[in-house]
T-cell receptor
Framework: AQSVSQHNHHVILSEAASLELGCNYS??????LFWYVQYPGQHLQLLLK????DPLVKGIKGFEAEFIKSKFSFNLRKPSVQWSDTAEYFC?????????????WGLGTSLAVNP | KAGVTQTPRYLIKTRGQQVTLSCSPI?????VSWYQQTPGQGLQFLFE???????NKGNFPGRFSGRQFSNSRSEMNVSTLELGDSALYLC???????????????FGSGTRLTVV
């Protein structure tokens, strides 16, 4: 079955530390990839997405993600986190890249940034 | 522009009852999807509606149903509630055409359903 794995369930960092959240998926074909973020008390928001082209995509608030097809991965990174980045982060994958309209979601990674 | 509006925000129901949740998408968005979110299972896709037609369906029992109206507003219904239906139900809208897998979703804040 198609699945998305987010390896880190809980991450705690100090401000200015670098962040990398892992996301791996199990599907061999073409995919669209997404990262969503949910700040405390707020709704889910799109952080960034990858469809094709440059495998390094940049999103809002200084986040970026790199698609490595050979590793079936789409890891999220930020060079220097801030307290305001405290949130839940979700990786989502669309197998068949648009022909299938479903998204398959990871269970999320809770990030806490200490000031 | 206004975001995705879900009502009610909180619901407490008794086992065996049925419940209807409502979702108003962003103006101009014709695709509405529903998700169930629980700590153990994460976000599980329920169904997607586009132009009043169900376009996609997840792996949920027939007790879960939905519909979409001509103004793109959507409702989902759960009949014969079970304790395991307690969850946050999220509605997400997307632009017409390619929908959520191209443009991404705009989510509502959800309806927290507790079944006792």
């Amino acid at each position: 079955a198609q699945s998305v794995s987010q390896h880190n369930h809980h991450v705690i960092l100090s401000e200015a530390a670098s962040l990398e959240l892992g996301c791996n998926y199990s599907y061999g074909g073409t995919v669209n990839l997404f990262w969503y973020v949910q700040y405390p008390g707020q709704h889910l928001q799109l952080l960034l997405k990858y469809f094709s082209g440059d495998p390094l995509v940049k999103g809002i608030k200084g986040f970026e993600a790199e698609f490595i097809k050979s590793k079936f991965s789409f890891n999220l990174r930020k060079p220097s986190v801030q307290w305001s980045d405290t949130a839940e982060y979700f990786c989502a994958v669309n197998p068949n890249a648009g022909n299938n309209r479903k998204l398959i979601w990871g269970l999320g990674t809770s990030l806490a940034v200490n000031p | 522009k206004a975001g995705v509006t879900q009502t009610p925000r909180y619901l407490i129901k008794t086992r065996g009852q049925q419940v209807t949740l409502s979702c108003s998408p962003i103006s101009g968005h014709r695709s509405v999807s529903w998700y169930q979110q629980t700590p153990g299972q994460g976000l599980q896709f329920l169904f997607e509606y586009f132009s009043e037609t169900q376009r996609n369906k997840g792996n949920f029992p027939g007790r879960f149903s939905g519909r979409q109206f001509s103004n793109s507003r959507s409702e989902m219904n759960v009949s014969t509630l079970e304790l395991g239906d307690s969850a946050l139900y999220l509605c997400a809208s997307s632009l017409a055409g390619r929908g959520p897998t191209s443009y991404g979703y705009t989510f509502g804040s959800g309806t927290r359903l507790t079944v006792v």
